[in-house]
């Protein structure tokens, strides 16, 4: 069954960086879109970033030009560097995965597969 397992969460003060990392097992991993979302405290879910099956890039404005996601099909693996933490991204993140090209970030439902998420607390 597939399974998405996030990691390099951690707390970090303001302007630190931290990469995360999502490792998936039992999908063919490059036939699948596959992001970033994070849940803010009192906050509902949000679309970080994706990434489709062919390596195009959708970031959400605000961690534009301070997140990049990216992955390693050969390694089954999802990244999201992220740069200048603010206060605000203190968040549980997740990453998620749907089969096919369709790659959203602002709408959650068409993913069927969610890792537990991995906490990043930014001070």
């Known amino acids: 069954h597939v399974q998405l397992v996030e990691s390099g969460g951690g707390s970090v003060q303001a302007g630190g960086s931290l990469n995360l990392s999502c490792t998936t097992s039992g999908l063919t991993f490059s036939t699948y879109c596959v992001g970033w979302f994070r849940q803010r405290p009192g906050k509902e879910r949000e679309g970080v970033a994706s990434?489709?099956?062919?390596?195009?890039?959708t970031v959400a404005d605000s961690v534009k030009g301070r997140f990049t996601i990216s992955k390693d099909n050969a390694a089954n693996t999802l990244y999201l560097q992220m740069n200048s933490l603010k206060p605000e991204d203190t968040a549980m993140y997740y990453c998620a995965a749907r089969w096919g090209g369709y790659c959203p970030i602002y709408d959650a439902g068409p993913y069927n597969a969610w890792g537990q998420g991995t906490q990043v607390t930014v001070s």
């Open positions: 990434i489709s099956t062919d390596s195009i890039t």
